[in-house]
Structure formats: C-alpha cells, structure tokens
C-alpha cells in the first residue's frame, strides 16, 4: 500500500490504518505476553493452552512510544530508537502465555524497524 507524501508529511489511508499485518504461511503476527519470560513480537504458529510457539521473533524487552501493549499492536512505536528489541530468532517456544494481541501492518513494520539491541 502506498501512502501519499505532501509538504514533509506522510498520510495513510484512513480504512488501512487498523488492517491485520500480512500472514506468513497462514500465521498472524502477534504480540504475547508471558507470565515470566517477557513480550515478544512474532508470528503465532501453534498455541495449546497457555504454550505457544513464535517464529521469526523479537523479544520486546523495553519499549517507548506506547502507552501499552495494546497501542504497540495498534500503531507500533513511535520512538523506535528508543526501544530495546534484541534480534529476531527463527522460533521460540513459551509457555505460560497470558496475553496475544493481533498486529496491524503498520505497527508490524514499526516493531520491525526498531533498530537490534545488543551489548
């Protein structure tokens, strides 16, 4: 989706603001929360009760530009140099999931051009 430029300004389509973020093979792009190992951004391939496995994932280990989880799936950040998402790793296994929320593309792309934390 191509979104129009005017004076400095980026505007998007009003209707594609809220739009899930694109599947990989079938799977949504999710924000879970865990009960000890954090937040992580990813695609959910499985889940079984409170296990759920993640591929192609970040870990959200701090976040800035969003009140909440919530507003991070909704919209993505919004200080993205501020955030401390480590790599993506190929897949995670967690347990004890206690919250997945449904990204939109435009908050998938955010989370995914936060910049690598590392030491």
Same mark, same amino acid.
């Given at each position: 989706?191509?979104?129009? #430029? !005017?004076?400095?300004?980026?505007? #998007? /389509?009003?209707?594609?603001?809220?739009?899930?973020?694109?599947?990989?093979?079938? =799977?949504?792009?999710?924000?879970?929360?865990?009960?000890?190992?954090?937040? =992580?951004? *990813?695609?959910?391939?499985?889940?079984?009760? +409170?296990?759920?496995?993640?591929?192609?994932?970040?870990?959200?280990?701090?976040?800035? *530009?969003?009140? $909440?989880? $919530?507003?991070?799936?909704?919209?993505?950040? $919004?200080?993205?140099?501020?955030?401390? =998402?480590?790599?993506? #790793?190929?897949?995670?296994?967690?347990?004890?999931? !206690?919250?997945?929320?449904?990204?939109?593309? /435009?908050?998938?792309? $955010?989370?995914?051009? #936060?910049?690598?934390?590392? +030491?």
């Amino acid at each position: 989706m191509k979104n129009v #430029v !005017i004076d400095g300004v980026e505007y #998007v /389509k009003a209707d594609s603001v809220n739009q899930p973020a694109e599947k990989l093979d079938g =799977f949504p792009y999710v924000i879970c929360r865990t009960y000890s190992a954090g937040v =992580f951004a *990813g695609y959910l391939k499985s889940r079984s009760g +409170k296990e759920v496995v993640l591929l192609k994932t970040r870990r959200i280990w701090y976040w800035d *530009g969003a009140a $909440s989880l $919530s507003q991070l799936a909704m919209t993505g950040t $919004s200080k993205p140099d501020k955030c401390k =998402f480590p790599c993506e #790793v190929e897949k995670v296994e967690l347990t004890e999931a !206690i919250e997945i929320i449904e990204v939109t593309e /435009k908050a998938k792309e $955010s989370i995914k051009g #936060v910049p690598v934390w590392q +030491k």
